[in-house]
């Protein structure tokens, strides 16, 4: 099973990215995938989870109305559009997958909890 977190970059503050989150070995259908964001210094913290087969997604308060994700099983392919970027958002950000979790589940169970993890994809956003 492999995740690949992909899409960061650097953005002015108010910019937007999209990022993305391929797998192979297993099924979106089956699996719920969150995605996380460690900023230096910090502990890793929850962004957003979407269901699996995307009946529902879940955000932190943080993020929410500026984040979306969003699902595509053709392509085993979940994203993460970010708009209105801010400083704060810096990160090193990771997707995570656990099977048959609701999102707002995803969102309470600590990062212990999740089956899979892939490697993170670093967002700068400049002032």
């Known amino acids: 099973v492999q995740l690949q977190a992909s899409g960061g970059g650097l953005v002015q503050a108010g910019g937007s990215l999209r990022l993305s989150c391929a797998a192979s070995?297993?099924?979106?259908?089956?699996?719920?995938v969150a995605w996380f964001r460690q900023a230096p210094g910090k502990e890793r913290e929850f962004v957003a989870a979407?269901?699996?087969?995307?009946?529902?997604?879940y955000y932190a308060d943080s993020v929410k109305g500026r984040v979306t994700a969003s699902g595509d099983n053709a392509k085993n392919t979940v994203y993460l559009q970010m708009l209105s970027l801010k400083p704060e958002d810096t990160a090193v950000y990771y997707c995570?997958?656990?099977?048959?979790?609701?999102?707002?589940?995803?969102?309470?169970?600590?990062?212990?909890?999740?089956?899979?993890w892939g490697k993170g994809t670093l967002v700068t956003v400049s002032s």
């Open positions: 070995g297993l099924t979106f259908s089956v699996y719920s």
């Open positions: 995570a997958a656990r099977v048959r979790t609701t999102a707002q589940a995803m969102g309470a169970l600590p990062s212990s909890a999740m089956n899979y």
């Open positions: 979407i269901s699996w087969s995307g009946g529902s997604t």
